[in-house]
């Protein structure tokens, strides 16, 4: 039998996450420590208040207020830091790297906005960094990636990565929950979904949404993820300040039960792609065809799902927040951090520079309008799209009572194409009521 | 810039799967050496017929007939076995780990059946076995299970984990597709699928399943890759012998339609489970609900689903099969050797002795009888359900022209009361026309 080795570990941080992974550590010690060689030791924990009332047992001695007394402590390699926000998070995970210490972070945020300077200083000092948790909690997607398809250029890659707006977006698809498409009818059904803002109360109240929801709602948190995993996916850097992104403030009921007749589901898609030389790294609410396995993930549950040359399509699903799922992904890379012997571990995430970013892509749309109820104007209408080379695939018209509620789903068109378009539809035509991404084809 | 590190190889078969790897090592050789810092030069390559025209640009000296070629070679230290069959593969297997060579297998038969042997002398020689290609092709469930889920207790794992037969039982439910349950109707709807014979016919016609179809319609494949799961999950050995195995081949388009009406999709499913200190583990037939995200795995695809005490639920989902899927896996392997320095990568895999198996577990069970149709014998059966302890969650009858088609749904019951009471219903009541596991609460 060979000697256990014990990694002494500093923890930065003691919420939900910090003690969701000690209380993991504590359970699973004995097993680790028999099947992996190797024993985590915590010396010590920086919190904001030494003594506040905890539910986990960590020694009051160990738990400190300065950051110092982790960061700087020679006998601390390895750091789990689980304070969340970009700073001092970032700041507190460069040090460390600097002074040797891998890192094990949660922290999307802090790694998608110092991405570079994060990864250069681990490089550079020859120290790991490792952030499954930080992207799709307890789904092993980065290491996916990173560890089983090294031999694949990734051509497309599609997340649900948000819990909270897929809670919200389910809710308010409960109605049609365990339905195939609607028999094409003529006009919209009368069933509707509950509105956002019932949806964003429910999820807030179960604890799903945060009191300011802006982060999770507008696309913030799934655009750090998104800028991650893309630039893993595709072997360069893609920026955060790169994506295109849009929140799920603006659906509607009505557009939800649209798009089920439709055939499509509504789900907040992070949409990476090759086109080219280039790469187009998008965030927005989106119809996904029912048919479509990423139809199926509802509630919270995040997946991603990914093209690969040689592999073909991929999906991986599970609990991409909470503290246990978290907590799961974060030992793991404690483990891995272990295994590498805490170095080394970098040479996976070396990137050959920025990418290019395509922004004006080709997609399909839903564009909802209120026409104008009069004679020549859905003519003028179809007419404006037409001379901006967009083509519709298909159309719907329900007239009454003044107002002309008109569908359009277009084909593959011109982003850019789709914009002008609609800028020329004014208020003589119609009201743009939304636009939605159509995502055919995956 | 570091100095790329060799590793030299050689490879056992050249079918459609070492020329798979072949020709994905050559595509990604120049990619690989710069991001992994390790590049693979294969040095001989064991085939039957060094003559034979190959689609696959091997050159001609390195082929030979004999295995010593490979196997005693001491420059070769990694081993790719791309053999297929249970023998003579598992004793090349076993003397290259001997010889101290790592080895990556796609062969899950060789290794299912020759699993402690060829760990141990693995664990002895200090080499390393990978097998990553041989459960799932492209999808990392092995990694993921060693490598992300260490500090999580497995509770169970159902896999749809063969290709061939998700392949026809999604032909046999083609009628269906997209469609969420039938309302409850009174009879069984007029549409129905094709039958098992003429959805193997066309997975044959596709290249999907073999002439003979046996070990993956009589479900010996998908056993093997159980086994193996839920060794690894379980971290115990699940032998190959301990899991109880029954086909699709009895399985008629009747079961299916009747399965849809009742909120059910047909599937080949492998399900493992820790009860207490032991292990059930079988391969069967089974009702899935419908909106179970297992259910929409169709085609040939093939998925892993499992629940652990900190990640929750999480599923993997892809390619199980197939040329370049399996060589993405296979690279993936020869990846992960070289970056152990083809040393002591059993750790993961080191088990705690043989599991105890559970044969006599509980399920629900949906059972299809042709009554006689008299007064009173719908009574008598229901009776003898009840005298074994099987209660009846839902039932239905139809009857006309003498026969009576009656369906039940049981309550959760016990394997061995279902089967005595099963034995107890004789022709003057009944005839037995089929038995199909339910799957509730995956």
Redesign the interface.
């Known amino acids: 039998m060979e000697s256990i080795r014990t990694i002494t570990t500093g923890f930065l941080g003691l919420g939900n996450i910090g003690a969701g992974v000690w209380r ?2 504590e ?2 010690r004995g097993e ?1 420590a028999a ?3 190797v024993r985590f030791s915590v010396k010590r924990v920086l919190v904001r208040d030494t003594l506040k009332r905890r539910d986990v047992s960590v020694p009051k001695p160990i738990l400190t207020t300065d950051a110092d007394d982790v960061l700087s402590d020679p006998d601390i390699t390895l750091v789990v830091e689980a304070l969340g926000g970009e700073q001092p998070a970032a700041d507190y995970i460069r040090r460390a790297l600097i002074s040797g210490k891998s890192v094990v972070t949660a922290n999307k945020l802090a790694l998608a906005t110092h991405w570079q300077e994060l990864l250069e200083t681990a490089c550079v000092s020859g120290s790991c960094l490792y952030f ?1 948790p930080g992207v799709c909690g ?3 997607v980065i ?2 990636i990173t ?6 250029t990734i051509e497309r890659l599609y997340g649900i990565i948000n819990g909270t707006t897929n809670y919200i977006l389910s809710q308010m698809s409960a109605p049609y ?5 609607a028999p094409s009818a003529g006009g919209l059904s009368g069933q509707c979904g509950v509105s956002y803002a019932d949806a964003l109360f429910e999820a807030q109240r179960l604890g799903l949404a945060e009191p300011d929801p802006t982060a999770d709602v507008e696309g913030g948190d799934a655009a750090c993820k998104l800028s991650i995993l893309a630039t893993l996916a595709f ?1 360069a850097h893609v920026p955060l300040e790169g994506l295109f992104r849009r929140g799920i403030t603006t659906i509607t009921p009505v557009d939800v039960a649209y798009g089920r007749e439709l055939g499509y589901a509504i789900k907040l898609l992070a949409v990476a792609k090759r086109v080219g030389d280039k790469v187009e790294a998008r965030v927005h609410p989106t119809f996904v065809p ?2 479509h ?1 990423l139809a ?2 509802n509630g919270s ?1 995040n997946a991603v799902y990914l093209y ?12 991409g927040a ?1 503290d ?2 978290t ?3 974060v ?2 890379d404690m ?2 951090a272990a295994r590498s012997g805490c170095r080394g571990g970098e ?2 995430y ?1 990137m050959t520079g920025t990418v290019a970013m395509e922004t004006d892509w080709v997609s399909r749309y839903f564009i909802r309008l209120q026409a104008v109820d009069q004679p020549g104007v859905l003519g003028a209408i179809a007419g404006i799209l037409g001379r901006h080379g967009v083509s519709i695939a298909s159309m719907r018209q329900t007239t009454g009572d003044g107002r002309a509620p008109l569908l359009f789903v277009t084909h593959m068109a011109r982003e850019s194409d789709v914009r002008s378009a609609l800028g020329e539809i004014d208020e003589s035509l119609a009201a743009i009521e939304n636009v939605i991404y159509v995502e055919e084809g995956i």
Chains 1, 2 share one sequence.
């Open positions: 993991l550590i359970q699973t680790i099947r992996e060689g499954e307890a789904i092993p290491r996916a560890d089983s398809l090294q031999a694949n929950a365990g339905q195939g498409p072997r029912l048919s396995p199926s993930v549950l690969g040359h040689a592999c073909g399509e991929l999906m991986f699903y599970g609990r909470g246990a799922p907590a799961s992904a030992v793991s483990i891995a040479r996976a070396r």
